[in-house]
């Protein structure tokens, strides 16, 4: 990369020894009448003409590096000379062509044209009409063969357009000129403002599109001036880098003055205004078309063939699709949106109910086109769909009643989960008997033909719960271990006291008291509740014990307040009988013999055989307790 001082080229273009071009080297540059060098100014380079045996010779050296200038002008060289086209001129590139400041860069020379560039030519020629259209006539063909090759100049404005004595067009400074071979090469260079789309900065790399708006810009202003040349005046054409347009009326064109004025010239401009219009409303150079393209499409009468939608009428809330059919349309607007021109379809979502206008315009150029297209929005369906029972018990012969209620509808259909389908009144009521689990699905199609809604209900048939619950033993006696078991079939959940249990399985208890097991069921219908009885039998009690009167050998009188004696008593009992809970006991005791009594004061007892005193005293028969003991005499 390089950049040179300007007096410092010009020292070396005056030092015979530091140009290096075998062929320019041979020869004098022209001067000014001050002496000076003359010589061109561009934007990266300086043009110098040369006279070289009586040819005159353009000599242009870079001051700016532009990158890879050896393979763009190699490329170029092949390619322009395969193609010969008159708007070319021949020239070589020297890769070494001059020493400045010791160092050696690169040059090119090609034949010198004698002609005046575009502006000059155009302020010449202004107040000739003929002329001018014959040179708007020549830029289009000039143009048109660029496009064929696929071939853009990169920098296209008055000072590279050459024009001869003859009306001839060359282009001149070939540094961004781009050919196919050149796909790749970055956009380096991006022109005078005047003449540059606006997003002309954003575009990256070369290509055969960066001249389509500067190509209408030329031709606008050549017809323009050719209609009314006061405009070279008016937008002082001769002092200034730039034809009619400057880069302030892109930024707003229809409210610039320039804008105005050229509308006013009527005939084809409305239409390249249009065009450039819609040139400025691309974000992307590369989607725009040559306006010798766009002119011939414009011109025409857009037509609307057809413009309708699928539906008989709305629904409210849905989407429609509007559709259409035009020829000869650039643009495009649907309820005054404008969509793009290749697009032939538009989704709506219309939200109330009534009657919805859509309106389609197209235009070309200057002309329209409208159609009008008026639906219907009428109620989305609504359904309503219930049963009578939810859930059936398998194998029972039970019924459902399954009704239904659809409103705004043209047709309703029944669907089962088996694949049965049958047409159905708006309303009504089935009596259903599935064998299995089945959903009921009511379709309706709504009054536009195309929406479908759909509502679902289902019918569960289920077995119900089956609960064996036992007991190894109902009847226990205290803290005597008792096994609970059960099988449940059909069931969702089983608790026993509270306490969640799989459907198969056991439990030991214990209880001292009679107890009631509860085991809890869960099915599809419900919770059940199975109740399991524990007995608990007490431990045997003797209830009463009958004693005969016994026959005393002996009387025995205490006295209150005597001191207790000491006695033996000989007591002769008959058979014995006790009765318990559970238990018969028959005792045949020997003499019982008490071997002492103990301090009956301050209680007399007196025995006899009118004795009826009843004794509470516990005796160890099983448990060694006995709850009642009672003498019984012969004699009542």
């Known amino acids: 990369m390089f950049k040179l001082d300007i007096e410092d080229i010009i020292t070396s273009v005056t030092t015979p020894k530091l140009v290096l071009d075998g062929l320019i080297k041979n020869g004098s540059f022209y001067t000014l009448p001050t002496g000076d060098v003359e010589m061109y100014t561009g934007g990266f380079t300086l043009v110098f003409p040369v006279d070289v045996k ?40 020297v890769d070494e062509g001059i020493v400045v400041e010791g160092k050696k860069y690169p040059t090119t020379r090609m034949k010198w044209i004698d002609g005046k560039n575009l ?37 296209l404005q008055h000072g590279n357009i050459l024009v001869d004595d003859n009306d001839n067009l060359f282009l001149i400074d070939y540094d961004s000129v781009y050919v196919p071979e050149l796909q790749g090469e970055a956009d380096i260079i991006k022109g005078l403002k005047g003449y540059q789309h606006p997003k002309r900065g954003d575009n990256l790399l070369a290509n055969e599109k960066v001249d389509y708006f500067s190509e209408l810009i030329i031709y606008l202003s050549i017809l323009a001036i050719a209609e009314k040349s006061s405009l070279v005046e008016k ?165 459902s009643l399954l009704h239904w209620d659809v409103q705004n509808a043209k047709k309703v259909t029944l669907e089962t989960t088996d694949g049965d389908s049958e047409l159905i009144p708006l309303n009504g009521e089935k009596k259903c008997s599935p064998d299995v689990s089945t959903t009921y ?124 004696p000491k006695v033996e008593l000989n007591v002769q009992m008959q058979e014995l009988s006790v009765d318990m809970q559970g238990v018969n006991v028959n005792l045949n005791p020997a003499a019982i013999k008490f071997a002492k009594l103990n301090s009956l004061h301050p209680l007399s007892i007196k025995i006899g055989s009118s004795l009826r005193s009843r004794i509470k005293t516990a005796i160890d028969i099983i448990m060694n307790k006995v709850e009642h003991l009672k003498f019984e005499s012969d004699e009542k």
Not at 64 to 92: E, M, W
Not at 499 to 519: A, N, S
Request: hydrophobic fraction near 40%.
């Open 54 to 93: 009586r040819e005159k010779w353009a000599f242009r050296c870079w001051y700016v590096d532009l990158g890879n200038l050896r393979g763009h002008f190699q490329i170029l060289s092949q390619v322009l000379s395969k193609f010969a086209l008159p708007y070319f001129c021949s020239f070589t590139y």
């Open 119 to 155: 502006k000059e030519y155009i302020c010449i020629h202004k107040n000739d009409k003929n002329k001018l259209k014959n040179l708007a006539n020549n830029f289009v063909k000039m143009i048109t063969t660029l496009h064929k090759y696929h071939i853009s100049h990169g920098d």
């Open 235 to 399: 937008y002082q054409v001769e002092d200034s880098e730039q034809l009619l347009f400057s880069f302030e009326d892109f930024k707003d064109l229809e409210n610039s003055q320039v804008y105005v004025d050229l509308m006013q010239l009527g005939g084809l401009f409305p239409i390249l205004l249009k065009i450039l219009s819609d040139y400025l409303n691309e974000d992307d150079i590369c989607n725009l078309e040559p306006f010798t393209t766009l002119v011939d499409k414009y011109a025409k009468e857009p037509k609307i063939k057809s413009f309708k939608t699928p539906a008989d009428c709305f629904v409210v809330g849905q989407s429609y699709i509007l559709m259409w059919e035009v020829d000869d349309a650039s643009n495009i607007y649907m309820n005054g949106k404008k969509v793009p021109a290749t697009m032939r379809e538009y989704k709506v979502h219309p939200l109330n109910i009534g009657n919805e206008s859509y309106e389609l315009k197209v235009e070309n150029g200057l002309k329209t086109a409208v159609a009008q297209l008026s639906v219907n929005v009428v109620e989305n369906v609504r359904i309503e769909v219930g049963l009578s029972l939810k859930k059936l018990r398998k194998s029972q012969s039970q019924a």
């Open 441 to 564: 699905t009511i379709k309706a199609m709504a009054l536009d033909g195309i929406t479908e809604v759909s509502k679902s209900v289902s019918i569960g048939v289920f077995a119900e719960s089956e609960v064996l619950f036992k007991a190894d033993k109902t009847f226990t006696f205290k803290e005597v271990p008792v096994t609970l078991s059960w099988n449940v079939k059909n069931a969702k959940s089983v608790s026993l006291e509270n306490e969640t249990v799989p459907l198969v399985g056991k439990k030991v208890v214990t209880t001292d008291k009679e107890k009631c097991y509860v085991l809890e069921v869960e099915d599809e219908f419900g919770t059940k509740q199975v109740p399991l009885t524990i007995k608990t039998i007490p431990l045997p009690q003797i209830k009463t014990v009958l004693l005969p009167l016994p026959k005393l050998e002996k009387t025995v009188q205490v006295q209150h307040n005597i001191p207790a």
